[in-house]
């Protein structure tokens, strides 16, 4: 039981260029989500998937887009990669699907630092 | 939607003391309040939760407090020990957006 699995760990791109983090989760879970952390700062909300076939902006999505191309894969794209995406990437999921739902814990990956020159 | 405030940013305590992280909510209609806890270079990970319908939960060392009136909680950690230095981050309600975070230093 792997849990939630994000690829690549590292990678560094140049400005402009385009690229796709992977991530998948063996745990039957319903909701993925997407997630940046800047030095020194907390982990913010870039899209989220409460279920499957459906995908919703967070608080910065601007600059990135998501496809949840199957209950278990979330992936997150970069179509022109600027310096303030320079960051490490978070991909999570939980059980719960649905606004209403109650307790939603979340599981995390081991993350993916990006960085962009 | 639902915005957390966390409070202090950064937190210095002496081994063996106790260490207290302060977040508030907005949304009177969050039932959820989860703490995660992120060890450095690592992911964050769940450290205890409460819902709504309880004031208190402890776990150990660590417990949480809840005020549904004023809208606030409360990460308590008594016996501090060095592996307790990390990022504390509260989230409310669906628990996917996050308070900004503490980050705990334990000095021995």
């Known amino acids: 039981n792997a849990g939630v699995t994000q690829t690549p760990k590292f990678q560094v791109l140049k400005t402009g260029q385009s690229m796709t983090l992977q991530c998948a989760q063996d745990m039957n879970h319903n909701s993925m989500y997407w997630y940046r952390q800047d030095p020194g700062m907390g982990l913010r909300l870039i899209y989220y998937?409460?279920?499957?076939?459906?995908?919703d902006k967070g608080e910065v999505p601007n600059g990135y887009n998501v496809s949840r191309l199957n209950k278990r894969e979330f992936s997150l794209r970069l179509e022109s990669a600027a310096p303030s995406q320079t960051s490490v990437y978070f991909c999570?999921?939980?059980?719960?699907?649905?606004?209403?739902?109650?307790?939603?814990?979340?599981?995390f990956g081991a993350g993916s630092r990006l960085t962009v020159l | 939607g639902e915005n957390v405030e966390q409070h202090p940013s950064t937190l210095s305590v002496q081994e063996g003391d106790s260490a207290v992280i302060k977040c508030t909510y907005s949304?009177?209609?969050?039932?959820?309040f989860p703490w995660y806890k992120q060890e450095l270079g690592k992911r964050p990970q769940l450290i205890i939760d409460?819902?709504?319908?309880?004031g208190e939960k402890k776990d150990q060392r660590i417990a949480v407090t809840l005020n549904k009136t004023a809208k606030h909680f409360s990460l308590h950690i008594t016996e501090t020990q060095p592996e307790d230095s990390a990022v504390y981050f509260c989230a409310a309600s669906k628990a996917e957006r996050f308070g900004a975070g503490t980050r705990l230093t334990v000095k021995p």
């Open positions: 998937s409460a279920s499957e076939g459906t995908t």
């Open positions: 999570a999921s939980s059980r719960t699907a649905g606004p209403s739902s109650g307790a939603n814990v979340l599981t």
């Open positions: 949304d009177s209609a969050s039932n959820y």
């Open positions: 409460i819902r709504s319908n309880v």
